[in-house]
Structures are given as C-alpha cells and as structure tokens.
C-alpha cells in the first residue's frame, strides 16, 4: 500500500481540529500515542520509520506542556 495524500490531508485535518477543539484532551493523547516511542536519541514513530534526533524523549513531552496552554490561550481570543 503506498502514500495516499488525500488519506494524509484528511488526518491532518482530523488532527488539527481535535488539537483545537479540546487542547489538553488532545496534548495528553499525542504524550501517550508517543510514550514510549524512543531508544535514547532515535525516534521510532507508531506510524514507522525511525529518525535521529539531538533531544530524545525529554522534547515532545515539553513541546505538549507549552502547546496546551498556547493553544488555550489562542482559542479564547
């Protein structure tokens, strides 16, 4: 089975709009889906493929921690 871009487009929009209708229920469950998902600095996503990265672990979980409240704050103006 190969890339299909409307199937991708699609989960992308999926995505944006359960990050912006509810921010912490969406930031918990992009943590969780990714717990895990690390052997010290490569990152071997659910979804396949592995890369290398400079931050390991420690990053998503602080990249959701400021996501959450930003996105909060972005939907209230």
Request: charged residues 20%; contains cysteine; aromatic residues 8%.
């Amino acid at each position: 089975m190969g890339f299909d871009p409307r199937a991708h487009a699609f989960a992308v929009v999926e995505a944006v709009n359960r990050a912006r209708t509810n921010p912490p229920e969406y930031g918990d469950a992009l943590a969780a889906s990714l717990t895990g998902c690390y052997s010290g600095q490569t990152f071997s996503p659910p979804w396949g493929g592995r890369l290398k990265t400079e931050e390991g672990e420690a990053q998503p979980a602080r990249a959701a921690a400021v996501l959450t409240p930003t996105l909060l704050e972005l939907l209230r103006h």
